[in-house]
């Protein structure tokens, strides 16, 4: 596909966690998830949102009086693709790097390390 990957924002992230988590969501929705965590007011939700309708970022239904959103891609292409851009910059390029470092900075739980050893595995055998 020939489009360009607009990069969200902080905010605009945040946002789309909770359409990620929800589906689909007004803006009232999203304010109120937002509203538990950091001081925001609804018309910068509204404003980001509307913003972000227009980067492309979610998509709107506009039949009813309320306009729904939801997630314009997917929770793990948006993972990919910063992950992809954040190990360029800041590791040279090298996953190991990424790995090494947040496997060091992160306790994993003993259950994410025989999922990370699964994948490693699997990877091994490909």
């Not at 939700?45 to 980067?55: C, V």
């Not at 993972?79 to 390029?93: A, C, T, V």
């Not at 790097?97 to 060091?104: K, N, R, S, Y």
Request: proline letters at 2%; aromatic letters at 6%; zero cysteines.
């Amino acid at each position: 596909m020939g489009t360009k990957y607009i990069k969200p924002t902080e905010s605009e992230l945040e946002i789309l966690q909770v359409l990620w988590e929800r589906k689909i969501a007004s803006v009232r929705d999203v304010h109120e998830v937002l509203a538990k965590t950091k001081e925001a007011g609804y018309t910068t939700t509204l404003k980001l949102m509307q913003i972000m309708f227009e980067k492309g970022l979610v998509k709107r239904d506009s039949t009813l009086k309320t306009h729904f959103y939801q997630a314009a891609t997917s929770r793990e292409k948006t993972q990919k693709h910063l992950l992809g851009k954040m190990i360029d910059s800041l590791f040279g390029g090298s996953p190991t790097q990424l790995v090494m470092q947040a496997l060091g900075d992160h306790k994993a739980s003993p259950e994410e390390l025989e999922e990370i050893q699964r994948m490693i595995n699997n990877l091994k055998t490909q």
